[in-house]
């Protein structure tokens, strides 16, 4: 059975069929070539950043923090000049460099803490030491 030997309505029906599936294949090859900006990539790396300087990461883990701040500015560079996949890994980095940023600050404060209980329990042995010498 060729086009020819069908009726009109049934060849018309043929073409909108192909016609919707040729429109349908362009639709999703415009969308695969157009990659959606990384948004939320972004918006996940400002906050991480915001959090570390909010608890004051430069004081104790400046180097990971300018880092992130880095990637970030990238990210948003190649954001626009429309290099999606690119910003969304540099906005990701970015995240993850201001989360490490933000760890490596919370163990050096909980280090000092550390350190000044140990001083502290030091300072009250000597002492105790001292007050059990005297009674003697």
Same mark, same amino acid.
């Given at each position: @059975?060729?086009?020819?030997?069908?009726?009109a309505?049934?060849?018309?029906h043929?073409?909108?069929r192909?016609?919707g599936?040729? =429109?349908?294949?362009l639709?999703?090859?415009?969308?695969?070539?157009?990659?959606?900006?990384?948004t939320?990539?972004?918006?996940a790396?400002?906050?991480a950043?915001k $959090? $570390?300087?909010?608890?004051?990461?430069?004081?104790?883990?400046?180097? %990971?923090?300018?880092?992130?701040?880095?990637?970030?500015?990238?990210? @948003?560079?190649?954001?626009q000049?429309?290099?999606? %996949?690119?910003?969304?890994?540099?906005?990701?980095q970015?995240? =993850? %460099?201001a989360d490490?940023?933000?760890?490596?600050?919370?163990?050096t404060?909980?280090k000092v803490? @550390? %350190?000044?209980?140990?001083?502290?329990?030091?300072?009250?042995? #000597?002492?105790?030491?001292?007050?059990?010498?005297?009674? #003697?």
């Amino acid at each position: @059975n060729t086009l020819h030997n069908q009726p009109a309505a049934a060849q018309s029906h043929s073409f909108w069929r192909v016609a919707g599936l040729s =429109v349908a294949l362009l639709l999703i090859s415009a969308c695969a070539a157009t990659p959606i900006a990384p948004t939320a990539e972004l918006q996940a790396a400002e906050s991480a950043i915001k $959090a $570390a300087e909010q608890a004051r990461v430069a004081d104790y883990a400046s180097p %990971d923090l300018a880092e992130a701040r880095n990637k970030l500015n990238a990210a @948003n560079a190649s954001l626009q000049l429309k290099e999606m %996949d690119m910003a969304r890994r540099l906005a990701e980095q970015a995240r =993850v %460099d201001a989360d490490l940023a933000l760890a490596r600050s919370q163990a050096t404060k909980a280090k000092v803490v @550390n %350190d000044e209980m140990l001083k502290g329990t030091q300072s009250l042995k #000597q002492e105790m030491q001292r007050t059990t010498g005297e009674q #003697q």
